[in-house]
């Protein structure tokens, strides 16, 4: 039984560059979630999607910032122009429709230069 | 506005003592609320969940209890050990797509 695994998990690049997510959740696991957890505060929500729809976006989540489930499985998380206020850790979590826990991978740690 | 509120940035404890951690809510539609456990540089590992149409929730050392008209919540360790020293989040949905709003976290230390 595999776990949500998230890759790269450290990543380290300079203003203005694109950098690429990618998380693959649990096999049976429907529904997946990207989170973005900053230094002392709890993660945030930032998008969801249920199988390959992406069903809702938070209002953190800027135009620089895209996110696809082509196939309804792995899902990527991408940044354009990257800006030093986008340094955090990047989460992802997969759940089934019941019950409501969701399981997280270990995330990406992002710094931007 | 801070949905779910964590006040206490850390708590201490002795080995073999109880540990309560406290997590107050505001928003009334929330129905299922989850205690997680964060190790630095690691995603956030479940513990205990509980719906809002329980009053309390025990699995081995772990027990939640929820008080939906105090909109209050608090997660029991019994015995703390010194492997729980980790930081604790407390996370609560109510929405149809199941996002998790969280609070800002616990540093619990747990002393030999």
């Known amino acids: 039984d595999t776990g949500v695994s998230q890759d790269p998990r450290h990543k380290i690049t300079k203003r203005g560059q694109n950098v690429t997510f990618r998380c693959d959740p649990i096999?049976?696991?429907?529904?997946l979630y990207w989170y973005r957890q900053t230094l002392g505060q709890g993660p945030e929500f930032l998008t969801y999607f249920q199988n390959e729809a992406q069903l809702e976006k938070s209002r953190l989540l800027s135009d620089r910032f895209s996110a696809e489930r082509p196939k309804g499985s792995f899902s990527t998380l991408e940044i354009q122009r990257t800006e030093q206020g986008d340094s955090a850790m990047y989460l992802c979590?997969?759940?089934?429709?019941?019950?409501?826990?969701?399981?997280f991978g270990p995330g990406t740690r992002l710094l931007v230069l | 506005d801070q949905q779910v509120k964590q006040n206490s940035p850390s708590l201490s404890v002795q080995e073999g003592r109880i540990s309560i951690l406290n997590c107050d809510y505001t928003n009334s539609m929330f129905d299922y609320f989850l205690w997680y456990k964060k190790y630095p540089a690691e995603g956030p590992t479940f513990l205990i969940s509980i719906s809002s149409i329980k009053d309390k929730n025990e699995d081995g050392r772990f027990t939640v209890f929820l008080n939906k008209s105090a909109k209050h919540l608090s997660l029991h360790i019994v015995p703390s050990q010194p492997g729980d020293s980790a930081v604790y989040f407390c996370a609560a949905t109510g929405t149809s797509y199941g996002k998790l709003t969280f609070g800002q976290g616990t540093i619990l230390t747990v002393h030999p």
């Open positions: 096999s049976e696991h429907n529904r």
């Open positions: 979590a997969s759940r089934t429709g019941v019950p409501e826990t969701q399981y």
